[in-house]
């Protein structure tokens, strides 16, 4: 499928924020490998068939592989490629955090989890039982997470705010797949903290940092492994909503994603390339999987003012 491009803009663009994401690769090769992804032989071919009209929004499944193939020719994790062409505006229909959403979670589908199935980790099941906590709900939705030696007599599912552990005939696998999505705790805002300097640092529910805000309002993403530095006040959501101890729900992640896209906040915090991790033997946490993230996928840049590097979590 060959993408339509009226000016070299979008494409340009595109290469330009693959490399500020990942500055270990040149740009004639981010430029290579874009033209490539969108249908063409190289970068001159793709400058040389500009077409009156453009292509406007891609479908998912090959908008999905588009990506894919980005990463997998400039070595860089889909999320950050994601991230990249969203803020290049590669593709219209990217620009919205719906489209980012279900957009990351059938990648995870279709290149993590595989097909579903009675059993098998990574499949979407439903609780039919309310948690102690009273934040499982009968009907909540969750990931069914590989057994352990320490859990072998129950079953361990990643709800959209946290894992919970219940018995076998507390869960239910519908006949019928049911719909991928994003736990609320990779990405949604749990508050933020306000830095001497006045920018703010967004962070989630394991006070990991997700976004951070410039006091001009540049927006950058930070590694979920960082330690922030310089902080002046903190802000919580769920305690300035009434409703503390209820994060992920209601008035509280309600103000979130409100704060988020009054930020003009597009993208997907880095947290979100953990969920993968929480699925391996003995990772059963959140900042543990961030951790293994850490090990394997260490960013080339440099480590801002405002943080430090977390040696161990």
């Not at 290469?15 to 270990?24: F, H, I, M, R």
């Not at 009209?53 to 588009?66: F, K």
């Not at 927006?219 to 503390?244: A, D, K, L, M």
């Not at 003009?264 to 991790?277: D, I, N, Q, S």
């Amino acid at each position: 499928m060959r993408i339509r491009f009226s000016n070299m803009k979008r494409p340009k663009a595109a290469a330009k924020q693959l490399v500020q994401v990942n500055p270990s690769v040149k740009l004639s090769t981010a430029q290579e490998a874009v033209a490539s992804a969108a249908g063409y032989r190289d970068w001159h071919e793709l400058s040389v068939s500009l077409e009156d009209t453009e292509s406007g929004d891609l479908p998912a499944s090959p908008l999905i592989h588009l990506i894919s193939r980005l990463g997998s020719d400039l070595g860089m994790l889909f999320g950050d490629v994601q991230y990249a062409l969203t803020k290049a505006r590669f593709i219209e229909n990217l620009l919205t955090l719906e489209m980012q959403f279900g957009l990351r979670a059938r990648a995870f589908r279709e290149f993590v989890f595989g097909e579903a199935g009675r059993g098998k980790p990574g499949t979407v099941v439903k609780s039919k039982a309310r948690s102690l906590s009273g934040q499982i709900k009968a009907g909540s939705m969750g990931y069914l997470l590989p057994k352990t030696d320490r859990y072998r007599q129950v079953l361990r599912v990643l709800f959209r705010d946290g894992i919970c552990s219940l018995a076998d005939f507390e869960v239910a696998t519908p006949r019928t797949q049911l719909p991928d999505f994003l736990p609320a705790r990779l990405w949604l805002p749990y508050g933020y903290w306000t830095l001497h300097d006045a920018s703010i640092v967004i962070y989630n529910r394991d006070y990991l940092p997700l976004w951070h805000v410039s006091s001009t309002g540049n927006i950058t993403r930070p590694e979920p492994w960082y330690w922030i530095n310089g902080i002046n006040q903190n802000f919580n959501f769920s305690e300035h909503s009434g409703t503390s101890g209820i994060w992920s729900s209601g008035r509280a992640h309600d103000s979130a994603v409100c704060f988020l896209r009054n930020h003009r906040v597009l993208g997907l915090p880095r947290t979100v390339e953990a969920f993968p991790y929480l699925f391996e033997p003995g990772v059963e946490s959140v900042k543990y999987a961030v951790q293994l993230l850490q090990e394997r996928w260490r960013h080339q840049g440099d480590v801002p003012s405002y943080a430090s590097e977390r040696s161990q979590f």
